[in-house]
């Protein structure tokens, strides 16, 4: 099997750059046959990931969130059924975490080459915002409201090791959050609606458990349910927004009132203000109207360490 894999130079603050030649040798020295393709700059990821699906048999994203982001994309939008395979290069890696990689690159790819494909669910977006409608696709998170805003924020801190970097984001950016009032409907069926208003903190999205670097936003998250895991968080004094921010490291953050942890297929948001809103831990916008996510069971082929296709 050849692998092709797309590497970004830039994840990692940096460092993953200096680990390319450490994983060409480690390829080479398992006998693995291999494409490498770097990406000259952002959003170069999903053209790369349609031409390695072109010529090998599988495609890795070698670098953080954003990169598996970009890859993923690539290969939902036509990439021929190639699997997706992760090599956790970045600073967060919340997808590899999920995935159940290791995160040194000996061990990640020891399990990478061990690895069955294994198919599991991804989510769409559709935002509407000032420049118009914007399509996307996901395989780890949403984040809307003030988690956008830390997301966006940390990008300033990557120097920062992983989830540190979003710690001095939220210091920053939560006195100074003017929480929106939104109409959330929640759809966890076919003939279920739910429907809640109101002055809202965040609301994370996720296919995968963990966001930020490792804050569990939705900590019974599972790849292949065919759901999505939603944890909606109302405005609160800021008095009692510091005690959330250790617990949601620790998954716990559901105990607290204003906190509502479900699970859907689909849902919408609207806001008379614009919000914020990311996607796999990148900006999309910071101006979003109304957006609507739903789940594509099963639709996205894995390289996923230790499970067994049958």
Known sequence: MTLGIIFNPTAGRGRAGRQRARL?????????????WETPAPATGAGLALRAAAQCDAVIAAGG???VHEVSAGLLEGG??????????GTGNDFARA??????????????????????????????????????????????????EVA???????RLPGVLSYLVAALRAVPRWEAPVVEVTLEPGE?????????????????GPSAGGGFRLTPAACLADGRLDVCRVQAMPLRRVWPLIPAALRGQHGRAPEVALERVRELHIRTMRPVPVHLDGELLTRAAHTVRLHVQPGGLRL???GYDSK
């Open 152 to 158: 966006a924020r940390a990008m300033q801190h990557k």
């Open 80 to 89: 021929g059924n190639r699997p997706l395979g992760v090599l956790p290069l």
């Open 191 to 207: 003939d279920d609606e739910q429907r809640w208003s109101g002055p809202l903190l965040l609301l994370a999205v996720g296919n």
């Open 65 to 67: 969130d954003g990169t």
């Open 99 to 148: 995935v159940g990689m290791p995160p040194g690159l000996e061990e990640a790819l020891d399990a990478l080459l061990a690895a069955r494909p294994a198919c599991i669910d991804h989510g769409r977006l559709e935002a509407d915002t000032p420049l118009g409608r914007l399509n996307r696709t996901f395989v780890n998170g949403v984040g809307i409201g003030l988690d956008a």
């Open 303 to 305: 390289l996923r360490p």
């Open 24 to 36: 060409e040798d480690g390829l080479r020295r398992r006998g693995v046959p291999f494409r490498l």
